[in-house]
């Protein structure tokens, strides 16, 4: 079974601090990672998407890859009210099927 | 900015009923993927389509369902005879180049059985 896990939070920041969501995968061959933003009722968003080992940055969001651990990270600086939401971690083997995680529920706090 | 659409937003249906969910994937984009997620639970693959045909489904996707893309626009989901626990939000999804590249989601169908 192929698996992808998340904490399902919820995780609770304040306004301005850095938020943390950490996922693990269980399928060594997977090859490509997303993040994705889901709000109550809302489809999923795609945010951030990673592939290979390190860091990679966009604006207030980075990724983080590490194959090796099977450990795939998101951090959101500054984070705002507006960043509360629900973050779908997402595995690719290299075929067409996405395998999510359950979601970790962000709450910002003004 | 392009982007997946989905018809319509809720449909309620009486259980034994046919269904059909309606997508319009983004236009360039080449490959098309349906997935559901019921309430309170994670987001699941159905099914995969390129070049016509299913790429890759899932287990759940039983011979009650079946995809088709019937015009150069349009991608569909049917099932043939709903069950009560058919009910889910289902999401059409796009992607520009099949394997590794980025998908993007439809609004999604919320689906009712009763």
């Known amino acids: 079974q192929k698996e992808v896990e998340q904490n399902s939070g919820p995780l609770s920041v304040p306004e301005g601090a850095i938020a943390s969501l950490n996922c693990t995968y269980s399928d060594r061959v997977s090859q490509s990672f997303f993040w994705y933003r889901q709000y109550s009722g809302k489809s999923p968003e795609l945010i951030m998407s990673?592939?290979?080992?390190g860091d990679k940055e966009d604006g207030r969001f980075t990724a983080q890859l590490n194959k090796a651990s099977q450990y795939v990270s998101l951090l959101i600086r500054d984070s705002q009210p507006s960043d509360s939401a629900t973050y779908l971690c997402a595995v690719n083997r290299g075929y067409s099927t996405l395998t999510f995680g359950k979601g970790t529920m962000l709450l910002v706090s003004p | 900015e392009p982007e997946v659409t989905q018809t319509p937003s809720h449909q309620v249906t009486q259980m034994g009923q046919e269904v059909i969910l309606r997508c319009v994937p983004i236009?360039?984009?080449?490959?098309f993927y349906w997935y559901r997620q019921i309430l309170g639970q994670k987001v699941e693959f159905l099914v995969s389509?390129?070049?016509?045909?299913?790429?890759?489904k899932s287990e759940i996707f039983d011979d009650q369902f079946s995809v088709e893309r019937p015009d150069g626009s349009n991608f569909t989901l049917k099932i043939r005879s709903t069950k009560l626990e058919d009910s889910a939000m289902y999401f059409c999804a796009s992607s520009e180049r099949g394997g590794y590249n980025e998908q993007f989601f439809g609004p999604g169908t919320r689906l009712t059985v009763l």
């Open positions: 990673i592939y290979s080992n």
């Open positions: 389509f390129y070049n016509n045909e299913i790429s890759e």
């Open positions: 236009s360039n984009h080449l490959y």
